[in-house]
Structures are given as structure tokens and as C-alpha cells.
């Protein structure tokens, strides 16, 4: 039972990233996801999440450029991140969460710089 994260690299300023979370072993269905980054230096900070209900949260730096996919279907969720900025820089975690169980991914590393 894990989340495998993908869709980390290196971009330039004002390209797109797809950040994916999968699940392994088991399903999402239920479960709220919440993405986390944490930049150099800096504590880890909370950026988007989805809820059961598909309700979607995004702190404001990321409002109207970052948008949450849920696919049930393939157990994965992704967040596209478009418009991407220096700032955006960060270390990703996706994270599952429903009552009090909670699985993390691995993490992957989102570099954008000229």
C-alpha cells in the first residue's frame, strides 16, 4: 500500500507540470488529497487539496494556475501546474487521507529557473 508520485522536473518560468499521485494497493476512492511542498530552507507548507466531495482548497499563490484532476478510475490524481514561477520551486508530496489514516508519497522534486 503506497502513493507513487511522478511528474517532477525541470522547467522553465511560465511552463506546465503535471504532478501525478497514484495509488498502490489500494483505492481513493473516499479519500481527500492534499498536496504539500516544501521549498529550500522553508518548513513544509500546504498547497492544494481535494476532498471526498471533490470540494478543491488552493492557497492563493497558486489560485487560478494549479488545478486539481481526480481520476478514480486509474487511482491516481494529478495536479497540473501551469504558468509555473521560480517560487513554485519546491520538493511535491501528495498525501491520502480518510479518518485517521493517511499515506504519503514520495515526494518529487519541481525545479523552475531560466
Known sequence: VQLVESGGGLVQPGESLRHS????GFSLNGYGIIWHRQAPGSPLDWVASIGGTNLQKY???VKCRFTI????AKKA??????SLKPEDTAVYYCEATRLSTSYWGQGTQVTVSS
Open 59 to 61: 492557497v492563493d499563490s
Open 77 to 82: 490524481v494529478y495536479l497540473q501546474m501551469n
Open 69 to 72: 484532476i481526480r481520476d478514480n
Open 21 to 24: 499521485c497514484e495509488a498502490s
